[in-house]
């Protein structure tokens, strides 16, 4: 029984989110207000998720509808937000309404010097507009976004300009850009911010279907490549997802956002710097379950 508690307390505190009780701070009450996806002032106990844990440190579930808060934990911090970005990168070329099947070459400049990080797509590769932005958004390619920037008029300098002038007219007032592809750790925004950048990217049916789509097929010279969605939780049948991005850089931990319906309510769900490849995905499960009413200790197994 010792060791047993032992374990129960040491996985609470790894955790860093506090069982929810009715009043802890950085759970959700009730808005009253419309649903400007703004403001969280007017607020009023839902319910009690006594049972509800989460490991992420920023976290927001909102009611995609009504703008009800749902869930919420330190929801205003200002955070990096590593690919997240790309959401924010697709809605610049759209708007700008580019040619999507113009032939784009990624070029050494696209190479990523920061980070390092990894690309299946090598300099001198060919790529449609298109296909950079499905792989931007399904597979977060960050090679992808950066010539989706760098083709943008004006080149990679316009196109922040861009991002952070839309920013401002969706009112995300705590999100800043330094980049297309999220790698900088200057790119930040709130929890808050972000569900109200998901709701806007959800305007977008291509943003739909790209960032949903389990895999896509390009052809660079002799080789095909097969990439896929970030987001595994896409291929779940369990899952109703409308839009989906992930994140990673070491500044900002494991992020995702999602639109799903859950519950038979559409919801926006924002879930940043969590510590561990499945730790993001777990608390999308447990918000899932709480939503629904449900535990795994209740539901049926499946041989």
Known sequence: MTHKNGRTIVLSLLCLGMLAVPGTPGFAKTSKSPPVHKHYASVGVIRAPQKLVLCSASVL??????????????????VPIASITKLMTAMVVLDA?????????????????????????????????????????????????HVLGRTYPGGVEAFVMAMNAKAQSLGL?????????GLSSGNVSSARNLADMVNAAYNYPLIREFTTSEEATIRSGRRTLVFHNTNRLVRSPRWQIGLSKTGFIDEAGRCLVMQAHVAQRPVLIVLLDAQGNLTRLGDANRIKQWMEGTSPSRRTRKG
């Open 61 to 78: 579930v909102e009611d995609q509808q009504t703008g009800e808060c749902l869930v919420q934990k330190h929801a205003a911090a200002v």
């Open 97 to 145: 309404q580019m040619n999507l099947k113009e032939s784009l070459v990624i070029k050494p400049e696209d190479v990523d010097t920061l980070h390092k990080s990894r690309s299946r797509l090598p300099v001198g590769a060919s790529l449609t507009r298109e296909e950079a932005l499905q792989l931007a958004l399904m597979a977060s390619e960050n090679r992808a976004a």
């Open 173 to 181: 007032y705590d999100t800043r850009f330094k980049d297309p592809t």
